[in-house]
């Protein structure tokens, strides 16, 4: 609404796709619902939706909201297999953690640095600038198409190249780097953020791997969040999603993560039906 315009006869019989439906919150999974519900017979609509980490309590919704009853194959036992991150947590912003320790982009590996808002992106991308990194790429939503196109092909490129860059590669960007990004890299530096995006950050880092016993992820809690709320400001992410994703992740971190489900299993436990 307000940039784009779609005639109502381009509905009919049309299909939606809706992609990472975990990285919805409620309000805006009962907003989608209710238009699905309101113009599903009008138009025909059909409707896919995906997840790798389908939120129990969102698939008993659909059921109760169109009174579905099917056979469901959840695809779980690989998770129980895998321990590709280990992370620790830092009471600390990422822009003072990186400044304090800017030697540690000195190795010549993989660095995925994921901040929830584009000025801290920016923030970071001169730091590293600053100290003479020259392999590094910024990628967030204020990007034109085409220059994003160019950004995730100069990464793909640079990731095939392996050790063979000589020089640390830094990739450095906001919630756009959370889906359709098959990539691999070797260490994850993220803003503290709500499970789901979380969990999809983490997939970014050891793709390929099964099991480490290296820390390879660092969180970090932003520090504009009180300064906003003392302005009355907004940020990205809702204070309580935040304070629960907290609580998760230190709670792990303390008990050593033991597999990937662990974290699934978490998801689970606070994304109840009764707060749909």
């Known amino acids: ?9 381009n509905l009919y019989g049309a299909s939606i796709v809706l992609d990472e439906i975990h990285l919805l919150n409620t309000e805006m999974l009962y907003t989608f619902f209710y238009f699905y519900k309101k113009y599903k017979k009008i138009y025909n609509l059909r409707l896919l939706a995906m997840s790798a980490t389908f939120p129990r309590a969102v698939i008993e919704f659909i059921k109760k909201e ?3 009853s099917f056979e469901e194959k959840i695809l779980i036992d690989e998770y129980k297999t895998k321990r590709r991150i280990m992370f620790r947590y830092f009471e600390e912003d990422i822009v ?5 320790n800017i030697e540690f982009f000195n190795q010549n590996k993989k660095f995925l640095i994921i901040v929830n808002t584009i000025n801290k992106a920016q923030e970071i991308y001169k730091i590293l600038k600053k100290h003479d990194y020259k392999n590094i790429i910024l990628l967030h939503s204020r990007f034109l198409v085409k220059d994003r196109f160019d950004k995730e ?3 793909k490129n640079e990731l095939e190249k392996g050790e063979n860059r000589n020089t640390p590669l830094i990739f450095i960007a906001t919630q756009v780097a959370e889906v359709s990004l098959d990539i691999s890299l070797d260490f994850l530096l993220t803003e503290l953020a709500p499970i789901p995006s979380l969990i999809q950050r983490f997939g970014r880092i050891n793709r390929n791997g099964d099991i480490t016993d290296k820390i390879n992820v ?3 809690e932003p ?4 300064e906003l709320e003392r302005k ?18 230190k709670k792990l971190e303390e008990d050593n993560l033991k597999n990937e489900y662990q974290l699934i299993e978490e998801l689970n436990k606070i994304y109840r039906l009764e707060n749909l």
């Open 66 to 68: 169109f009174g579905l």
């Open 153 to 155: 092909e100069k990464l």
């Open 223 to 226: 520090n504009e969040i009180k």
């Open 232 to 249: 009355r400001g907004r940020y990205v992410y809702q204070r309580d999603e935040l304070e629960i994703a907290k609580e998760i992740i």
């Open 1 to 9: 609404s307000g940039k784009y315009y779609i005639r109502r006869f």
């Open 96 to 100: 003072d953690w990186i400044k304090k």
């Open 218 to 220: 660092s969180i970090f």
